[in-house]
């Protein structure tokens, strides 16, 4: 290995050089270990933004993140370890179905997730407007209730690739967050730290998303299967429809109810239909369908029997949650104000689309997420949506149902929230909510 | 102006956008004033390298940084003050003649000036190898020396463009120096905080100068007249060639002597040529001659006359140095070692050329220069050229003659000097010193 120097692989990636595996290894421990300064690093990140990362420096990358901390060995415990990762979207509330779905249908589920920020919500932030529910748990103790119940949902530990930590706080100040290379480093860099086996990932395209457009989705797609590829865990993606919100509920403990219905076998629309899917691919990965026919059946199967719901129960209990409220959802209360949005005389037709992000910013503002890391969040807050794409709306019809701390609040917002609903004179076909599929390089059409 | 969000600049760049004079004048003002940290402008100036930047954008980064300090105005000292720049080469000793023949012309010249880095030299190095002499004098008495004399030359202070001080060492260590809107903008703002009137520049083209190629020389030229131009501060530029070293001698002391037989009116050539060339431009912009002719006339006359040589030593003497080595060179003493190189057997020929950037590495391996800021000089050590660009070659000639403090680090260099000799079997066309001349936003050729 040459003799390491920050500045001439700022430059090499400034004129457009592809770094090598060593380079990229030495900037990324160099940084992790204080050798390499924010603005070096903040500089080389912009560098690499604007001149691109190949597949292979995104390998190293990823690699270097992974090895900057703690990788987990979960090979003791029985099974094919089988993970989740959604890219982030409104009212995707998906993982709360889906993990215990999977461990019910005997494929391990060990899933470390994040919080809301911005317009999109957290699947941490969900559990834990259960009461009690804890998240931050130590590492012993995952591997101990993943090892007892087969699911285990917690937060990241700072033992987990502590350098995607660091670089992504950097990223975030320094306008280099929407790089797809970095993204998938970001994320794979933390899955593969998990000791998973392999991996499904929900990629999700659309104005709600973090990729606007399904051309970027399918980018990002395939730079994160690429990278599980390389390292040996089996990576599939689906490619999903974010451009209005998933299901009607949106906010922490709005999305829990909505998640404990499609548990209790009753038809969520999208929802149960996006937790069948993903649910299939994971029981297939996992070996305990051989086919993803057979393992929708199973998967449906496990929902109406209420397999899936005493397993969520089951965990629940297992991470201190109280599961009265899971018994009785009515017994968890709502928040102080409930307002109505109507819609106007002049809005009448079809629901041609509900923007997501704004209707996701909007419930971030009533209370249910975070503006800044710091902020925390309020479990009843949110947002009903009463109408969905497709759906007829007469005037006076109610649109939405907005859940804060206080009459002025939801009234401020009464607007954007009404303006977030696009209406159109003619009827709007139904769209699948997964657009595409990717394994082994291959997209399934497209 | 719109409440300041640098991550929002930092995105406006990095996506090609042109950022107003009012966004960068918070961004440099954040950044003196520690709003925006280090990672926050490295991340700005790696995005404005690879986006570019336009004239707008440079007049005020420009601006933005001569008014992060004090401003002068000498608009008290009678005659309008013209200073010189140069953009930095091997063997400029041009300032120490020009600044008092320009003086002795009647036209006042406050000069501030830098030291050596890597192979260029320093104005401030050559003048401190005269024993005693001052450099580090503050304002106030700049002011009265200029009054007094004439002519002053010292160095910069903390006070003129202190965000230049700071954007170089940031540049410096985040691969982003060689980007022409950022050099332009850091000659420009600190020359315009002098409190000068009008300005000549020195831009070298050529392997021993920061602008390698002609046309990089002639697009830096244009940014750096448009800047002064544009401050109301008329400025012309002459690109000038950089290839070979400028004169015979490199080294602080040894270019101080060379500088001494020109001042007394020996014809040295090309620093008398160039020296000439660029006198007869600030006599002409200082109001001491109608035409360049007359200025060329002005400026030869006071260099057979002596003139120039009393400007100089009334300047050494006001400035605390011993003019006894000015009337006498030979007190000054010489080197420990003085080693020659000679030509080789198979080294014939006329010299096509000598390496300006290898002689001056190994001028500064030598003792002439610094590696980092945090280095000392050797005041007599150096290289003087034996033969220089079109002169005849026979194996056994004396190539130069290396100045140091001892035979072992002469003879290191020995073979690096040697092999900085280009040679040709064909007779080599002389090429004149100056290139081109750009004023008023015009070229005079090409």
Redesign the interface.
């Known amino acids: 290995m040459s003799p390491f120097d920050p ?1 001439s692989l ?2 090499k990636k ?1 004129d457009g050089g592809e770094l090598t595996p060593d380079e990229l290894t030495q900037l990324i421990d160099g940084y992790t270990d204080g050798q390499v ?7 080389f ?3 690499a ?3 691109g990362m190949s597949d292979l420096e995104g390998f190293a990358l990823a690699e270097a993140m992974l090895h900057s901390g703690e990788v987990l060995d979960l090979s003791d415990i029985p099974g094919t370890k089988v993970d989740k990762h959604s890219t982030g979207g409104v009212g995707d509330k998906i993982s709360l179905i889906l993990a215990p779905l999977v461990a019910a249908a005997g494929v391990p589920v060990p899933m470390i997730s994040g919080r809301g920020l911005g317009h999109t919500g957290g699947t941490l932030d969900k559990l834990e407007s259960i009461p009690g529910f804890q998240t931050d748990l130590d590492l012993d103790t995952y591997r101990r209730l993943l090892s007892e119940h087969g699911v285990v949902m917690i937060g990241q530990t700072k033992e987990v690739a502590p350098a995607d930590k660091r670089l992504y706080a ?1 990223r ?5 967050v929407e790089f797809i290379p970095f993204i998938a480093a970001s994320i794979m860099s933390k899955k593969l730290a998990e000791g998973i086996d392999r991996l499904v990932l929900d990629v999700k395209a659309g104005r709600g998303a973090f990729m606007q457009d399904v051309e970027s989705g399918r980018r990002l797609a395939e730079r994160l299967t690429g990278i599980g590829e390389h390292f040996g865990c089996t990576t599939i993606a689906l490619l999903t429809r974010m451009d209005d919100p998933l299901g009607r509920a949106i906010g922490n403990w709005l999305e829990v109810e909505e998640s404990l219905r499609c548990l209790r076998g009753e038809h969520v629309e999208e929802v149960t239909d996006l937790t069948i899917a993903l649910a299939a691919e994971m029981i297939v990965l996992g070996g305990a369908a051989a086919t993803l026919d057979d393992a929708e059946v199973t998967a449906r199967t496990l929902l109406s029997s209420g397999a899936a719901f005493e397993k969520f129960k089951e965990m629940v209990q297992a991470q201190g949650g109280d599961v009265s409220v899971i018994d009785h959802p009515e017994r968890r209360g709502v928040a102080d104000a409930i307002v109505d949005v109507f819609a106007d005389e002049d809005q009448s037709g079809y629901v041609r689309s509900v923007d997501a992000r704004a209707i996701g910013l909007a419930a971030m503002r009533l209370g249910a997420g975070r503006m800044t890391v710091e902020d925390g969040v309020d479990p009843l807050a949110g947002i009903e949506l009463l109408k969905k794409r497709g759906e007829p709306v007469q005037p006076g019809d109610c649109l939405a149902r907005l859940h804060t701390r206080n009459r002025e609040l939801a009234e401020k917002f009464s607007d954007t929230v009404s303006e977030a609903f696009e209406l159109t004179g003619e009827h709007v076909e139904p769209e699948p909510i997964v657009l595409d599929r990717l394994y082994a390089g291959k997209w399934s059409t497209g």
């Open positions: 500045v700022i430059i400034r300064p924010d603005y070096q690093m903040s500089s990140l912009m560098a933004f604007l001149r950097l975030d100040v320094t306008g280099t």
